[in-house]
């Protein structure tokens, strides 16, 4: 789950709000997010240096397979993809998103 990182000025947590996916506005800790949906033995594990040095690979594949992927999914397309991971790449280097895993069990 992408998330706002805690503690942001009013500054920083909008532009983490522009840079993430839509659903991100959320205030909540991803954890306090599924404790309140029923679940307990919440655990997070922040997986962000993880993430970044996937999408990092992936936008870099995705660079060098330019001309096919224009082909295959448009112009359009191919520059709205690059961009979103571009802006969740620039938030989470800037430590304004971050990445993690949640787990619980359903009670």
């Known amino acids: 789950m992408i998330h706002v990182a805690a503690g942001l000025s009013s500054k920083d947590y909008s532009r983490a709000v522009e840079l993430g996916p839509s659903e991100i506005g959320a205030l909540e800790d991803p954890a306090r997010l599924h404790e309140l949906a029923g679940f307990a033995e919440v655990e997070q594990v922040d997986t962000t240096d993880r993430w970044l040095a996937t999408t990092s690979s992936f936008m ?8 096919g992927l224009r082909l295959a999914e448009g112009d359009e397309a191919y520059e709205e ?22 787990a619980g069990r359903a009670s």
């Open 60 to 67: 870099k594949a995705r660079e060098r397979h330019e001309k």
């Open 81 to 102: 993809e690059q961009a979103k991971k571009r802006g969740l790449v620039e938030g989470m280097t800037a430590g304004i998103l971050r990445r993690c895993l949640v």
